[in-house]
């Protein structure tokens, strides 16, 4: 795995909101790497084997399973700053440290890179690291099981609905920027099949469609499951 090509902070000079006790903290600065994305960038890929381990500052990670006999895509979940815990889980490697998914920051997103092999320490010695780590498996575990919900017990209109639905709830608008084919990616089917039902659901009067943007109607919020410390 290497670092791709972005833009490099100076760790000292960002608030990197984590609530790290002094000694992490001082490892951080002097081991990590900050790094700032000003385009979607693919930060892995299935199957790379990890010397960095990711922590979202700022931005948003999706995550993706990408099926290539069918050469489609289907995002598990996306790690946002608004979520409990900071930690982007991209701990989740093998024990030849190899990832088991695709990840792709989005533009404008921040990351801390971390030396595996210090965060391996971490896991040994530090409460407050595994603590973080469990808050974070807890946010993954409800997120994959949203997505599974989705995906096995709902037609794709009300699959594209309930994704269209997230996005608005996350970013607190209902306009999406999003093109046919990132939706179709999202909810692993086609760009043609989503273009057809995002006709449908404005004929139906559930959204209003322009170039670029999607305006979510009668937005109703998802209530999101509790996560219990």
Known sequence: MTIPNANTLNIADVDLKLTFGPDLTKEILRSGRLMSFDRDTVVFREGEQ????????????????????????????????????????????????KVSMCAVAKRGTTLLYIPTDIMANW???????????????????????????????????????FFLTCRADAQKSDFIHMTHEQIANSVGTSRVVVSRILKELEVKGDIRLSRGQIELLHHESIEKPLIKN
């Open 50 to 97: 990890l010397n960095w381990a990711l922590i979202l500052v700022e931005g948003s990670v999706q995550l993706y399973h990408k099926n290539f006999e069918r050469d489609r895509e289907l995002m598990l979940y996306e790690v946002t700053p608004h979520e409990p815990s900071k930690l982007s889980c991209v701990t989740f490697y093998n024990d030849e440290a």
């Open 123 to 161: 896991a040994e010695t530090s409460l407050e690291w595994n603590q973080m780590v469990i808050r974070s498996f807890r946010e993954i575990f409800d997120a994959l099981v949203c997505t599974l919900k989705s995906t096995g017990t709902s037609s794709l209109d009300e699959r594209i609905k």
